[in-house]
Protein backbone atom coordinates (compact mmCIF):
# COMPACT_ATOMS: atom_id res chain seq x y z
CA UNK A 1 0.00 0.00 0.00
CA UNK A 2 2.86 2.30 0.41
CA UNK A 3 3.94 2.21 -2.69
CA UNK A 4 -0.03 3.18 -4.24
CA UNK A 5 0.47 6.11 -1.52
CA UNK A 6 3.30 7.41 -2.98
CA UNK A 7 2.42 7.24 -6.46
CA UNK A 8 -1.00 9.24 -5.44
CA UNK A 9 1.05 11.56 -3.87
CA UNK A 10 3.22 11.84 -6.59
CA UNK A 11 0.43 12.42 -9.42
CA UNK A 12 -1.39 14.71 -6.89
CA UNK A 13 1.29 17.96 -7.41
CA UNK A 14 0.40 17.51 -11.16
CA UNK A 15 -3.33 18.34 -10.81
CA UNK A 16 -4.97 21.18 -12.76
CA UNK A 17 -7.25 23.15 -10.00
CA UNK A 18 -6.83 26.37 -11.27
CA UNK A 19 -10.08 27.01 -10.07
CA UNK A 20 -11.05 24.94 -7.24
CA UNK A 21 -7.41 24.91 -5.91
CA UNK A 22 -8.68 21.59 -4.72
CA UNK A 23 -5.67 18.91 -6.02
CA UNK A 24 -6.84 15.22 -6.09
CA UNK A 25 -4.15 12.49 -6.80
CA UNK A 26 -5.27 8.71 -7.62
CA UNK A 27 -2.96 5.65 -7.94
CA UNK A 28 -5.38 2.69 -9.17
CA UNK A 29 -3.64 -0.95 -8.57
CA UNK A 30 -4.35 -3.94 -11.13
CA UNK A 31 -4.71 -7.23 -10.05
CA UNK A 32 -1.44 -7.68 -12.10
CA UNK A 33 0.20 -4.83 -9.74
CA UNK A 34 0.17 -2.63 -12.36
CA UNK A 35 -0.44 0.93 -11.14
CA UNK A 36 -2.18 3.99 -13.13
CA UNK A 37 -2.51 7.11 -11.87
CA UNK A 38 -4.24 10.35 -12.16
CA UNK A 39 -5.37 14.07 -11.53
CA UNK A 40 -8.08 16.10 -11.19
CA UNK A 41 -7.90 18.42 -14.29
CA UNK A 42 -10.30 21.23 -14.21
CA UNK A 43 -11.99 23.65 -17.21
CA UNK A 44 -13.80 26.84 -16.41
CA UNK A 45 -16.72 24.94 -18.04
CA UNK A 46 -17.01 23.27 -15.02
CA UNK A 47 -18.93 20.30 -16.48
CA UNK A 48 -15.78 19.20 -18.49
CA UNK A 49 -13.59 19.05 -15.50
CA UNK A 50 -12.68 15.41 -14.61
CA UNK A 51 -11.74 13.59 -11.66
CA UNK A 52 -8.68 12.02 -10.36
CA UNK A 53 -10.37 8.33 -9.99
CA UNK A 54 -11.79 8.48 -13.69
CA UNK A 55 -8.81 9.93 -14.91
CA UNK A 56 -6.68 6.69 -13.91
CA UNK A 57 -9.67 4.16 -14.18
CA UNK A 58 -10.00 5.59 -18.13
CA UNK A 59 -5.79 5.62 -18.38
CA UNK A 60 -6.05 1.20 -16.53
CA UNK A 61 -9.45 0.38 -19.10
CA UNK A 62 -7.81 2.27 -22.41
CA UNK A 63 -4.95 -0.12 -21.98
CA UNK A 64 -6.80 -2.91 -21.53
CA UNK A 65 -6.94 -3.39 -18.17
CA UNK A 66 -9.86 -4.76 -16.50
CA UNK A 67 -9.47 -6.53 -12.91
CA UNK A 68 -8.71 -3.65 -10.39
CA UNK A 69 -7.43 -4.56 -6.39
CA UNK A 70 -7.35 -1.08 -4.85
CA UNK A 71 -7.64 2.45 -5.46
CA UNK A 72 -5.71 5.25 -3.34
CA UNK A 73 -7.59 8.75 -2.90
CA UNK A 74 -5.02 11.24 -2.05
CA UNK A 75 -6.06 15.32 -1.16
CA UNK A 76 -5.34 18.07 1.47
CA UNK A 77 -8.65 17.84 3.07
CA UNK A 78 -9.21 16.19 6.47
CA UNK A 79 -10.96 14.45 7.22
CA UNK A 80 -10.01 12.43 4.09
CA UNK A 81 -12.76 12.92 0.78
CA UNK A 82 -13.83 10.02 -0.80
CA UNK A 83 -14.74 9.74 -4.40
CA UNK A 84 -17.87 12.06 -6.33
CA UNK A 85 -20.89 10.50 -7.29
CA UNK A 86 -19.88 9.94 -11.10
CA UNK A 87 -16.35 8.57 -9.83
CA UNK A 88 -18.36 5.95 -7.74
CA UNK A 89 -20.57 4.84 -10.46
CA UNK A 90 -17.42 4.29 -12.62
CA UNK A 91 -16.00 2.51 -10.02
CA UNK A 92 -19.02 0.62 -9.25
CA UNK A 93 -19.16 -0.23 -13.07
CA UNK A 94 -15.84 -1.90 -13.87
CA UNK A 95 -13.81 -2.38 -10.48
CA UNK A 96 -16.17 -4.04 -7.92
CA UNK A 97 -15.05 -5.11 -5.09
CA UNK A 98 -12.58 -2.41 -4.76
CA UNK A 99 -10.47 -1.44 -1.48
CA UNK A 100 -10.53 2.05 -1.69
CA UNK A 101 -8.00 3.78 0.69
CA UNK A 102 -8.42 7.66 1.17
CA UNK A 103 -5.68 9.98 2.42
CA UNK A 104 -5.94 13.30 3.62
CA UNK A 105 -3.07 15.86 5.12
CA UNK A 106 -2.91 14.17 8.66
CA UNK A 107 -1.74 10.42 6.79
CA UNK A 108 -4.04 8.19 8.88
CA UNK A 109 -5.82 5.88 5.93
CA UNK A 110 -9.37 6.03 5.62
CA UNK A 111 -9.69 2.03 4.47
CA UNK A 112 -13.46 1.31 2.60
CA UNK A 113 -14.62 -0.30 -0.08
CA UNK A 114 -17.28 0.72 -3.39
CA UNK A 115 -19.64 -1.57 -1.86
CA UNK A 116 -19.70 0.48 1.51
CA UNK A 117 -19.49 3.88 -0.55
CA UNK A 118 -22.08 3.13 -3.03
CA UNK A 119 -24.62 1.35 -1.41
CA UNK A 120 -27.69 0.21 -3.18
CA UNK A 121 -26.01 1.14 -6.53
CA UNK A 122 -27.56 0.94 -10.64
CA UNK A 123 -25.82 -1.53 -12.76
CA UNK A 124 -25.36 -3.36 -15.15
CA UNK A 125 -27.84 -6.26 -13.72
CA UNK A 126 -30.31 -3.45 -13.39
CA UNK A 127 -30.28 -2.97 -17.66
CA UNK A 128 -32.26 -6.46 -18.13
Not at 38 to 55: D, K, P, Q, T
Not at 78 to 100: N, S, T
Request: proline fraction near 5%.
Amino acid sequence: MTQLVEQARKAQVNARAQYSHFQVGAALETADGCIFTGVNVESSSYGLSICAERVALFKALSEGENRFVRLVVATESDPPCPPCGACRQLLWDYARGIEIILMGKTGEPVVTTIEELFPKAFGSEDLH
